[in-house]
């Protein structure tokens, strides 16, 4: 049975973006990244600009989302009165299983893999690399400076390793979470598309 | 560069070690598993079954062993004067280098990633697999009875945890301490075999 849909976890900087774009034009499968966030906006409501920073990083704390869903007084929770970035994640969390239903693609990121768990028709991939490797992609790519690039990376995997922690309770980056996981800054990009494609036709 | 030395970490009942020596026969590289304990055994002047039972599963806590090391009343630790399950570690670091500076090889487990960080000819391989397929393997062909199999399985891989973590400070299992992560549950032990052996040749 070939892998219908391809979901796509990367570190910041390891190229699994430009993968998972690679894999899509390869197999003809559609891609979806900046468009889904501008699906879930149109469909939440709300702009832009708020889901990509809310789609896959944890901007508040978990406290203070306790907090605000306290001060709400509902014992049962409807979409409207959660605080926003769990609106964001619940509209997210829809769009990702309609799209999904309607043919092969492939996710980037954006806990897509523990949102369709239940189907059996997901290859579920994570890319990663040596801290080299995502500086140099880092700089020449999306034009961050050199000298702060370590920490600003490391800044991102963190945000998305707590966001992934706080809505699907699972440990971000671990094997046993993916069906395949691998280092584009040993492997390069090539192979790591070749891999996945090959697997995703195959499997 | 061919990599020339290939470390698989694996969890218990992913068929890992079978993998790990269909890949040494493939590519004609030598293979150390029970092999690497006798060595070590020898080395150590240890039991054969003490260093199985400590080469990567922790038997006693972290306060434990502080406990013992701070009893000893040395200050600069040798061989000698530390616990037997860091001798054990001591000596299986030793042999491992070695090993992998005579030649080609694959080396199951023993946190020979970490040892060999330092080289630039490993590929670090990690195989894991879902509990159902994990199971299968563990009753069909290591006798473990099925109705206790899911409870021995988890331990088996809470002692490996904790014997990496207390070692290494890495956590065990974590896609970015490997080059490479498959799920043999899904691929098949084949598939495995291929992946690996062509990345080894090729990168």
Redesign the interface.
């Known amino acids: 049975m070939a892998r219908r849909i391809i979901t796509i976890s990367r570190?910041y900087g390891s190229g699994g973006r430009f993968i998972g774009q690679m894999v899509a034009n390869l197999l003809g499968y559609k891609f979806y990244d900046k468009e889904l966030m501008r699906i879930v906006a149109q469909e939440s409501g709300m702009s832009l600009e708020y889901v990509e920073e809310n789609s896959e990083q944890s901007t508040t704390s978990l406290l203070y989302n306790l907090y605000m869903a306290s001060m709400s007084g509902h014992t049962a929770f409807t979409r409207e009165n959660l605080p926003p970035s769990y609106q964001v994640y619940m509209v997210q969390s829809q769009v990702i299983k309609k799209l999904a239903s309607e043919g092969p693609c492939v996710i980037i990121g954006r806990s897509s893999n523990f949102i369709l768990r239940e189907r059996d028709d997901c290859?579920n991939v994570?890319i990663?690399a040596d801290m080299r490797h995502k500086i140099e992609r880092a700089v020449q790519y999306y034009g961050i400076p050199e000298d702060d690039a370590e920490r600003l990376l490391r800044r991102k995997d963190k945000a998305r390793a707590n966001h992934c922690k706080h809505y699907t309770e699972h440990?971000w980056?671990?094997?046993?979470n993916?069906?395949?996981?691998?280092?584009s800054g040993?492997?390069g990009v090539d192979?790591c598309r070749d891999?996945i494609a090959t697997?995703a036709r195959?499997?």
Chains 1, 2 share one sequence.
């Open positions: 570190e290859l994570f990663h440990v980056g671990m094997a046993h993916y069906h395949i996981s691998l280092d040993l492997l192979v891999i697997i195959d499997t």
